[in-house]
């Protein structure tokens, strides 16, 4: 079973609009942390956001937010105010695991395309 | 600093032969990892390491071999290049737990070939 899935291949959003890009996640430890980066046309990996299980609040970080549904195991994140350059994959990731032995799972990614 | 740097940036290898892909971090992190990004897809985990002289295996680890012997360096070794190695490489480093949100930070990653 796949531990983090991300349903949507490819998205599109008008500028300015805002847009969730989906993420659910398997995971039977209590402990674990969720990640989302993105990956422009470049190549680089470029960390957005990072919600812990313990937190409480959903993270946000200056336009990124994360929707964390910790019974539904959902993770999605937020983009507000879309821009040109947020075109882009985005991958939603796990951390899991315990001291010594963490691990980072990736899901598949989802292209966001923002149309002008 | 110069975060995660990564050697070569591409290289095109025949079938059968070997070569080290070079990862360096300069943030004194612990844990250090190797991912392939193959075509459209996500990342995958080859190798991982919680430390100097402690490596482990992850999701993909056959045709691979990692050695860590400090703690900035973490090498990745093809011994025997088949076709189905050409991918991205992405080496990645992150906090010891409990100091941060335990984001990993990436090199720019290795474009790999092997015909």
């Known amino acids: 079973a796949q531990k983090i899935t991300q349903t949507q291949p490819g998205m599109f959003v008008q500028e300015k609009e805002a847009v969730t890009l989906d993420c659910t996640y398997d995971?039977?430890?209590?402990?674990?942390?969720l990640f989302w980066y993105k990956q422009p046309s470049s190549g680089e990996m470029i960390f957005l956001i990072y919600?812990?299980?313990?937190?409480?609040q959903n993270a946000t970080e200056g336009r990124y937010s994360l929707n964390f549904q910790k019974a539904r195991k959902s993770a999605n994140l937020v983009i507000s105010a879309s821009q040109l350059g947020d075109s882009a994959m985005y991958f939603c990731?796990?951390?899991?695991?315990?001291?010594?032995?963490?691990?980072?799972?990736f899901g598949t990614g989802t292209r966001l395309k923002v149309l002008a | 600093n110069a975060g995660v740097t990564q050697t070569p940036k591409f290289r095109i290898l025949k079938i059968g032969q070997s070569m080290t892909l070079q990862c360096t971090q300069d943030?004194?992190?612990?844990?250090m990892y190797w991912y392939r990004q193959d075509p459209g897809m996500g990342l995958k985990l080859i190798y991982y390491s919680v430390g100097a002289g402690i490596t482990d295996k992850g999701e993909v680890p056959n045709g691979y071999n990692v050695s860590r012997s400090t703690t900035e360096d973490f090498p990745l070794r093809l011994e025997l290049a088949a076709p189905s190695q050409t991918s991205v490489y992405f080496c990645?480093?992150?906090?010891?737990?409990?100091?941060?949100?335990?984001?990993?930070?990436f090199g720019p990653g290795t474009r790999l070939t092997v015909t």
């Open positions: 990731a796990m951390r899991e695991g315990t001291s010594g032995t963490y691990k980072y799972i």
């Open positions: 919600q812990g299980s313990y937190d409480e």
């Open positions: 943030m004194n992190h612990n844990y």
């Open positions: 995971t039977s430890d209590q402990s674990y942390g």
């Open positions: 990645a480093s992150s906090y010891k737990v409990w100091e941060s949100s335990y984001e990993q930070y």
